[in-house]
């Protein structure tokens, strides 16, 4: 009997484990074969917008694709209501990576998780001089309600001539309740 209450324990445990599933965010159609160069004071970001079904989302990861290496930027993770993003919830100073290859940000250890309303993401180059780090982009835009540009984090107007690099990384129906090990379960049906 306390072999069968186990074994309920982990199917029960498995399924609810299989809810929560990693899926890769974009708004483009994935050929990023357009670049655009930003001065110092100029930055992209888009707005990323899941699912009613996809609540709680849990951050995980963010990609950015610049045009050269070596750049010091300034990835912001903010809070959106609508297409407005609100306050910054995270921000992470990181090298540029060259395209074609993704600058990556691990946002796991800021433990964000949204649920409800969007998120956006965004990039500044405070270490990139007047000139700037050139960004990557798909062209013609398929996404124009979508990627946004400002100046100044507190105005952002919509781009759509290209279809922002900026990809992410979630854990949907995310849940923050560990399940109990299963030495913890045999141990208590012993």
């Not at 407005?84 to 990576?97: D, M």
């Not at 649920?115 to 180059?125: C, H, M, P, R």
């Not at 798909?138 to 900026?166: C, K, L, R, V």
Request: net charge neutral; proline share 4%.
């Amino acid at each position: 009997m306390k072999y069968i209450v186990v074994l309920a324990l982990l199917v029960v445990v498995l399924a609810t484990a299989s809810l929560a599933a990693d899926l890769r965010m974009y708004y483009s159609n994935g050929n990023y074969n357009a670049s655009t160069s930003f001065g110092g004071t100029y930055h992209p970001g888009t707005i990323f917008k899941p699912t009613s079904g996809q609540y709680p989302v849990f951050l995980e990861r963010a990609y950015y694709g610049f045009g050269s290496a070596g750049v010091q930027v300034q990835a912001k993770v903010w809070n959106a209501t609508g297409s407005t993003p609100g306050s910054v919830l995270a921000s992470f100073l990181v090298n540029t990576l060259a395209w074609p290859t993704w600058t990556e940000v691990d946002l796991t250890g800021s433990n964000l998780i949204i649920n409800a309303d969007y998120f956006f993401l965004s990039t500044n180059n405070p270490g990139g001089g007047a000139l700037g780090v050139s960004y990557r982009g798909s062209m013609p835009s398929n996404y124009s309600g979508y990627h946004f540009w400002s100046s100044n984090d507190s105005s952002w107007a919509s781009w759509t001539t290209t279809d922002w690099a900026i990809e992410c990384l979630v854990d949907t129906g995310y849940s923050s309740v560990q399940p109990a090990s299963l030495g913890r379960v045999k141990a208590l049906y012993r």
